[in-house]
Structure formats: structure tokens, C-alpha cells
């Protein structure tokens, strides 16, 4: 049974460029978040996706934007990068609201992203 | 707004101590609880959860008590051991009706390091 896996494992990019990273959740899950993990913080929602909508948003500017696909795989865009992006990017999915343990979210290993 | 505050770390044991890590919490209506552990250069897994007053999670050796009049969650493990050596993370999730899953507040994190 796969795991929820990202891509790519590790990234560098430059003030002011464009990033995408991708997520694949767990198989059976049609629910995907976005969270960022600052380094010695804990992870910060970014937003949240099910049936193809971002249905959740914490506090983040719409420089962060996303997309499901119908495979309920998700990626998630950051434009114009600011040194103050650098940080890991978790993907975690689960089972949509009303479903039985829809409250267990299970997380991917992250994309470190790096900005220069 | 929802927040969890744990303690602050890190935290150096000798193996075969006892551990306990404090979490407290600020939320309206009923949140559930987890504690999240977070291995060098891996994902958050899952450690144990709680979904209502007084619930015990428990996994691992891992306990933690839900307690609604002191808005608690403390971790505490008998006996530790080197390969617990992780971050931990107290959360909380938040249900928003309408979205398809629930959102997680996270604390800062708590690093432990067992010594044989």
C-alpha cells in the first residue's frame, strides 16, 4: 500500500522565480493538504483540496496557489519566491469529512525547498 | 484562534527514564488531539490521538490523556529508548463543516534525545 510521496526531494531556486512541488496522497485518500514547516517550527496549513476545490486556506498570501487533479493527486505553486519561503513543504492526505478516521492525516516525507 | 503550546525542548534523557512532554491547547468547541513524531529527515507519522474528553491515546508505550478542564494533552512514555529520538508535535485539529477534511494546528515541537 503506497504512502503519500512527493516530488521532487529537495529544491534550490532564486529570489523572484516559480516553484511548483507535487503530491500523490495514500491510495484510497481524496483529500490533500499543503502545510509549511519552517526550520525548528512546526508545520503551518497553507490550504487544503478535495474534489478538485481548495476548500480551506490558513494564512497565506496568493502567492501559494494550488490544484487536484481528478487522480486526486495535487500540486502546489509558489510565484515569486522570497528568501522567507525557504522551508519544508508537507503533503498530507486523508479521507474526506464524515468518513470513518477522516480526521487522521497521513504525511508525506516533504520537499525542502531552498531560496537563494 | 486555535494554538498549541508544548514545551520547550530540547529534552536529553538517559535510556530506560521517564518522559513527559507538556501540551496545552486554546480552541472553541471540541477539538481532537494528536501527538505527531518526526524522525531526522522524514515525514510527521502519526503517534497516538485522542477524539473526546478523557479518551487515552496510546501507541508505541506512548500515552497521552485528553483533559478538557485543564485544556491538556502531556506525552509520557515509562521507559525511553535511543530510537526514540524525534521531534515530537502536539496538534489539534479543527473541524470545519463544509470542507473535506480537518484542518491541523500544530505546536513548535519538542526535540528529544535518548543517550544509552
Known amino acids: 500500500d503506497a504512502g503519500v510521496t512527493q516530488s521532487p526531494t529537495h529544491l534550490i531556486k532564486t529570489r523572484g522565480q516559480q516553484v511548483t512541488l507535487r503530491c500523490s496522497p495514500k491510495s484510497g485518500h481524496d483529500t490533500v493538504s499543503w502545510y509549511q514547516q519552517a526550520l525548528g517550527q512546526g508545520p503551518q496549513f497553507i490550504f487544503q483540496?478535495?474534489?478538485?476545490?481548495?476548500?480551506q486556506r490558513g494564512n497565506f498570501p496568493d502567492r501559494f496557489s494550488g490544484h487536484q487533479f481528478p487522480n486526486y493527486s495535487s500540486e502546489l505553486n509558489v510565484n515569486a519566491l522570497l528568501l522567507g519561503d525557504s522551508a519544508l513543504y508537507l503533503c498530507a492526505s486523508s479521507l474526506r469529512l464524515g468518513t470513518v478516521n477522516s480526521y487522521e492525516q497521513y504525511f508525506g516525507p516533504g520537499t525542502r525547498l531552498t531560496v537563494t | 484562534g486555535n494554538s498549541v503550546t508544548q514545551m520547550e525542548g530540547p529534552v536529553t534523557l538517559s535510556e530506560e527514564a521517564f518522559l513527559t512532554i507538556n501540551c496545552t491547547y486554546t480552541?472553541?468547541?471540541?477539538?481532537?488531539l494528536f501527538w505527531y513524531v518526526q524522525y531526522p529527515g522524514e515525514g510527521l507519522q502519526l503517534l497516538l490521538k485522542a477524539t473526546k474528553a478523557d479518551d487515552k491515546g496510546s501507541n508505541k508505550g506512548f500515552e497521552a490523556t485528553y483533559r478538557k478542564e485543564t485544556t491538556s494533552f502531556h506525552l509520557e512514555k515509562g521507559s525511553v529508548q535511543v530510537s526514540d529520538s524525534a521531534v515530537y508535535f502536539c496538534a489539534l485539529s479543527d473541524q470545519n463543516s463544509g470542507a473535506g477534511s480537518y484542518q491541523l494546528t500544530f505546536g513548535k515541537g519538542t526535540k528529544l534525545s535518548v543517550i544509552p
Open positions: 483540496y478535495y474534489e478538485e476545490e481548495e476548500r
Open positions: 480552541a472553541t468547541g471540541y477539538p481532537s
